[in-house]
């Protein structure tokens, strides 16, 4: 079995298309004047230049784009956005099995050319909200070999977590451990950071990690112990 883990392009979305995409689920003028505030105050976005159908040669330049990230509200939008390829790749591309969170997203198929074909016709139809896949993260896997999703590489058998996650998470612990020392920051904010990532890391198979990692920060003893 293999898959392929397409990733709209963070940023790109035209705020023309997301008014129309709005509109069509939230009904009352008064919420949608909110969320144009929302959107309005989104943070810089990274250059998306693309090419639609129908664009002149400045409308890359000219075209708004882009949500506040690090907002509740970014999830929902992606939800609303993304709601109609939900429905064309479950009705039309039936792939073997579909999930998706936010904008990251996988297909699973025993064809590899069925994958490619899939992946084709879900550019072409994002095209049409002024969507890209991410071209980095589009990619063909075999099940076996496991498969990056959600920070974490995923097998038939279990999962671990990226190696990035936790280089992160040794260099913020070095950090914490730096700052409790000095008097800058107390336990409580040392437990809630440690605990936030041990929520994420618990969804892997991560308890030898954990151990390892708690172990050679004596400062965190009882903090962070697996369980």
């Not at 000219?62 to 609303?80: C, D, I, K, M, Y």
């Not at 998470?169 to 950090?175: D, G, H, K, N, S």
Request: with cysteine; glycine share 6%; charged share 20%.
């Amino acid at each position: 079995m293999e898959l392929t883990k397409p990733s709209p392009t963070p940023g790109a979305l035209a705020r023309g298309t997301r008014r129309i995409l709005l509109a069509r689920t939230i009904h009352c003028p008064d919420t949608l004047r909110l969320i144009e505030l929302i959107v309005a105050s989104s943070n810089p976005q990274e250059e998306a230049l693309h090419y639609f159908p129908g664009d002149t040669l400045f409308t890359p330049l000219e075209r708004r784009r882009g949500l506040p990230l690090g907002n509740q509200t970014s999830q929902f939008f992606a939800n609303v956005y993304l709601n109609p390829m939900d429905h064309m790749i479950v009705r039309n591309l039936r792939p073997g099995a579909y999930a998706r969170y936010v904008d990251d997203f996988l297909l699973f198929s025993d064809s590899h050319e069925q994958l490619l074909e899939m992946h084709c016709q879900i550019q072409e139809f994002l095209c049409r909200f002024r969507l890209t896949l991410h071209p980095g993260k589009s990619r063909i896997h075999r099940c076996r070999d496991g498969f990056p999703f959600l920070g974490f590489r995923l097998f038939p058998t279990h999962a671990r977590l990226l190696r990035p996650n936790v280089v992160r998470f040794r260099r913020r612990l070095r950090r914490l451990h730096a700052d409790y020392h000095a008097g800058i920051v107390g336990m409580e904010t040392v437990k809630q950071s440690v605990q936030a990532w041990i929520g994420h890391a618990m969804h892997g198979d991560t308890w030898r990690l954990r151990e390892q990692i708690f172990q050679a920060f004596p400062f965190l003893a009882g903090v962070g112990r697996p369980k």
